[in-house]
């Protein structure tokens, strides 16, 4: 063999060793290590080569089947039809050039028609419904076998359980349906702050927090993740029929399933190019993450024609959008320490223009994930954002030169000097100290924030301040500051310092949720905290409650209750929630008015801004009077209360038939 017969070989086997393990990382352990766009760029560069050198292929090579195998976790479930996967259009040239092998194929020379869908960056899901009733629902898996997630899938409330009948005809006697279940972007962002602030690692992006969700065995924790689902396209059909994908969706939505309402027909390729344009610009005020366009082939007639090669349809392609990355050297790696004392390594970058943002910081979430990518001081690394996630390091470009020695942990906290511990087979490291500093001052900035005390004007770099100067040690030490010792700190006038002091006297009178909520005790986020406040109505009574007492408490579980009596069994804590109490004026929430006939019992979901109160506000009237509020809108909610600027969930109340209520007669029905 000739060197550079050898070198391709070499290269090709590296490519499938590669990609495997991206596959498995991504399908297997939800724990990608690269980029979408750096995988497409491996399978890319395996398919050119294969291409080009036939004998290089391998039967066993990742280009030869769909994706890797499912976990055995779950039973397996075998599609009836293969889920496919699509083929990568990078560009408008390329997309063109899709366009021409379909008129090519199809031995046609006028235009073709298109539906230009969005290209949803979540978990590929299949849903099958037999005489309209859901039977199954499970994960792609490799294409051919997926995985039995039916339990979790029930748990999604945009998923009806039962098709609604059709206007003309019986239920289809076998409708399989394929879809992409997502994580809504704000909820992924409250879900990583409060796994970040609970020292979890926190999910590198939705897809992931979508696909570990969903992929639980618990159904439980399922169900308390916000998922949602777009429909697009059919498996096996059996008792009706669809002539074209546009008909296809307008089918299934009018048997009850979500589809994405900004799909369009698109009369040629150019429709196409103009709805990718568009979204470009639009995509980052979608509430969930897409990352390209699908362009499908509209008449079912012709997409039978074209057929399928190797992994992928004829008739469609995706259209990524240009991926939001940029290269940049790594200045430094620090190491920050959060609320119960997890150490979290930093890359400090040499600040770049990302997406409209300049980027100086990235996260290299554990030692491990530093090991793993070899980032090292002085190393030029490629940085990505997904959304509106702080953006992380993807992987080393150009390793500096002279490269710098491996990252360590330190052996001390880098902020108090205290031991770090660390767990045999764990990812993480933790200062020991409980009253670090910097444990300290993450404590103190979750206390004034916006859910919890509210302080305005006491912001990150004054905390830090006055925790570095001794001035705040405990939580209520907040109540004794003078404007005068805050004067004389730095970059503080004597106006900003009277201001401050009045913010802080003002955030004494609170509602006992945000107090709850202050206290940061783990695993008790705002929510927890309202259910909390709601049954225990002092802070007294929640000190004193029992693992079983808390347990009684919606929504409240084994890790939570016992999560709070050990918050609490604490004398530390105790101590310093007493005096707490002592400089605080609580509202306990209002008592529930038993017998308002008109709400108990009444679901609501809260849309957009009211003028008359806030959300908070709003949501107390509702529970005084006897009502829920639940945060997504399904048939069960039985009003949707819609403010200025409400969106999707205006609009899927209308599509459910659910009531609306404006704000003032939302009014008119609580002051009823
Ligand atoms: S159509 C044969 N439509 O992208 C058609 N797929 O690489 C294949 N995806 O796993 C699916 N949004 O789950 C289709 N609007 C959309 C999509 C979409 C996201 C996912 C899909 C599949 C992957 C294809």
């Known amino acids: 063999m000739s060197t550079q017969s050898d070198k391709l070989h070499a290269e090709a ?19 990608p290590e690269v980029t979408d766009a750096e995988y497409d760029r491996l399978m890319r560069r395996l398919e050119v080569l294969e291409r080009d050198h036939p004998n290089l292929l391998t039967p066993d090579s990742p280009t030869q089947r769909v994706g890797a195998k499912p976990s055995e976790k779950f039973a397996v479930v075998v599609h009836r039809k293969q889920m496919l996967s699509l083929a990568n259009a990078m560009d408008a040239a ?46 792609r898996g490799d294409g051919v076998n997926g995985e039995d997630v039916t339990p979790n899938i029930r748990t999604i409330k945009s998923i009806p359980l039962r098709l609604l009948k059709p206007v003309r005809g019986p239920l289809p006697k076998l409708l399989e349906v394929r879809g992409e279940v ?48 777009f429909c697009h396209s059919p498996g096996a059909i059996e008792g009706i029929e669809f002539k074209s994908q ?22 040629n390729v150019e429709g196409v190019i103009a709805f990718w344009n568009d979204l470009t610009e639009r995509r980052h005020q979608l509430d969930y993450e897409a990352d390209g366009v699908v362009a499908k082939v509209n008449p079912f007639a012709l997409q039978d024609q074209l057929g399928e090669v190797s992994r992928s349809p004829r008739w469609a392609v995706a259209y990524k959008f240009k991926a939001q990355q940029a290269e940049t050297q790594v200045r430094d790696i620090e190491v920050q320490v959060g609320r119960i004392g997890s150490l979290t390594p930093v890359a400090k970058l040499a600040p770049v223009a990302l997406a409209g943002v300049t980027i100086s910081n990235a996260s290299l979430h554990n030692l491990d994930e530093i090991r793993r990518k070899d980032v090292r001081v002085g190393d030029t690394v490629l940085i990505e954002r997904a959304g509106d996630v702080i953006p992380y390091v993807v992987r080393v470009t150009r390793p500096g030169h002279p490269r710098s020695p491996e990252f360590a942990m330190p052996p001390h906290c880098p902020v108090c000097g205290a031991a770090i511990v660390h767990e045999e087979g764990e990812v993480g490291y933790f200062c020991v100290n409980a009253n670090c500093p910097a444990r300290m001052r993450e404590s103190i900035r979750h206390f004034a924030s916006k859910a919890a005390l509210d302080i305005d004007g006491l912001g ?28 004389g ?67 409240i579980g084994d890790e939570v209750a016992h999560s709070i009596r050990e918050y609490f069994d604490e004398p530390r804590n105790r101590d310093a929630v007493v005096r707490l109490a002592r400089k605080l ?24 801004a009211l003028e008359s109160m806030t959300r908070e506000e709003a949501e107390q009237k509702i529970l005084a009077a006897g009502g829920r509020v639940t945060s997504a809108v399904s048939r069960k909610t039985d009003f949707v209360v819609a403010g200025a600027e409400a969106g999707s969930k205006l609009r899927k109340a209308g599509d459910l038939g659910v009531k609306t209520l404006d704000e003032r007669e939302f009014l008119t029905l609580i002051e009823g």
């Open 13 to 31: 086997a590296r490519l499938r060793d590669q990609i495997d393990r991206h596959n498995y990382r991504y399908y297997v352990l939800d724990d």
């Open 94 to 139: 390329e997309m063109i050039e899709f366009d021409q092998r379909i008129k090519r194929f199809l031995k046609n020379d006028g235009d073709v028609e298109y539906v230009a869908e969005v290209k949803l960056d979540g978990l590929a899901v299949e849903l099958i419904y037999e005489d309209g009733r859901l039977t199954k629902g499970s994960t």
């Open 182 to 229: 997502i994580f809504p972007r704000k909820a992924f962002d409250r879900l990583n702050a409060d796994r970040v602030r609970e020292g979890e690692a926190p999910f590198a992006n939705p897809r992931n927090a979508a696909a570990g969700s969903l992929r639980q065995l618990d159904p439980q924790i399922t169900a308390a993740r916000p998922l949602d689902i």
């Open 246 to 267: 546009w008909d296809f969706l307008q089918g299934i939505k009018a048997l009850g399933l979500r589809v994405n309402p900004l799909t369009r027909v698109c009369p």
């Open 460 to 487: 990150d770099k004054l905390v830090a301040q006055l925790v570095e100067k001794g001035m705040l040690k405990e939580l209520d030490e907040i109540f004794d500051l003078t404007a005068d010792q805050i004067a």
């Open 489 to 555: 700190l730095e970059r503080m006038a004597a106006k900003s310092a009277r201001n401050l002091i009045g913010a802080i006297d003002r955030s004494r009178n609170v509602a006992l949720d945000r107090v709850i909520n202050g206290l940061g005790i783990r695993h008790v986020g705002e929510h927890t905290a309202r259910q909390l406040a709601l049954r225990f109505r002092t802070l007294g009574a929640l000190m004193d409650a029992s693992e079983d007492e808390l347990r009684a408490v919606r929504d």
């Open 585 to 608: 004026n609580i509202a306990p929430p209002p008592a529930p008015v038993e017998g308002r006939g008109a709400l108990r019992g009444k679901s609501f979901v809260l849309t957009g």
